[in-house]
């Protein structure tokens, strides 16, 4: 790949993916970013000899596809794409319904999907690529309130393990990054959609979580723009980490699960090692 790359980046008119795409633009690549409202997207943007804003909604397969052909057509090839978009449901798993959890899961795992399988022949033609992909810590520790987002983030962290083999012999290479707490758009209410109290049991709880992430909101201690500088920065570099823990928080994180796993292995390691047949 030359210094000069083309990334195409979901969800990005507004928060992280807006950093991004100007992040990436200051850079200088080219930067396709997309988003379900292009004029949108561009206006957020802002105006850029090497940007072109396009339509996609992660969710539709064949708006992949189209944008993928809009970018070849524009810019003859991909680089890196940044699977980006997303949204939040957050609630207690038995008060979010069925349709929310799905809503969740087709967003934020089945979306990447679609957007990646549309990118591969291309990334596999070229024998070179970055498949860069937005996770979160909720994709490593789960937590409370946060069921359908950590279930749909786990998914990706175990997609994109097992695809890095799969597609690697191609010269393709994978990156995830997993932020903590960004001051992003991601607990406005355009982007988080609380799930309706319906149980006594979880009232009280609920009330006290939404209240706390309402207060929370904008006053998160990571700065997006710092984040958008250091993906395009790791992105450039000879080997991109497997995996990138955006903040201090998710450094901490990391290091806490890591240390859980470790004690959980270690708690019973003899009745585990024991289960072998006899013969």
Not at 145 to 151: D, K, M, P
Not at 250 to 271: D, I, P, Y
């Amino acid at each position: 790949m030359t210094d000069r790359k083309v990334w195409l980046i979901t969800g990005a008119g507004r928060g992280l993916g807006v950093d991004l795409a100007k992040a990436a633009l200051s850079a200088g690549h080219s930067v396709v970013a997309t988003g379900r409202d292009p004029t949108k997207v561009a206006a957020a943007i802002g105006d850029h000899d090497g940007l072109l804003a396009i339509k996609l909604d992660v969710t539709r397969p064949e708006d992949a596809r189209d944008a993928v052909e809009a970018t070849l057509e524009k810019f003859g090839r991909i680089d890196v794409l940044v699977n980006n978009a997303g949204n939040f449901y957050a609630g207690f798993f038995e008060e979010l319904s069925p349709e929310q959890v799905r809503n969740q899961i087709e967003t934020l795992l089945f979306g990447p999907m679609n957007v990646t399988r549309a990118v591969l022949p291309v990334m596999r033609k070229q024998r070179s690529g970055l498949l860069l992909t937005l996770s979160s810590t909720a994709g490593i520790a789960g937590g409370v309130f946060c069921s359908a987002y950590a279930a749909a983030k786990f998914g990706l962290e175990g997609w994109v393990e097992s695809l890095t083999p799969e597609v690697s012999p191609f010269g393709i290479r994978t990156m995830l990054v997993e932020p903590g707490f960004f001051r992003t758009e991601l607990l406005t209410a355009g982007s988080t959609t609380y799930a309706k109290s319906s149980i006594g049991d979880y009232a009280e709880s609920s009330r006290e979580t939404v209240a706390a992430w309402s207060r929370m909101d904008g006053k998160q201690g990571g700065d997006p723009v710092k984040l958008a500088g250091a993906i395009v920065q790791l992105a450039g570099s000879d080997n991109p980490p497997a995996r990138f823990a955006a903040g201090a928080d998710a450094v901490q994180a990391f290091e806490a699960k890591a240390n859980l796993l470790l004690g959980q292995a270690n708690a019973h390691r003899q009745l585990s090692s024991s289960l072998a047949h006899d013969d």
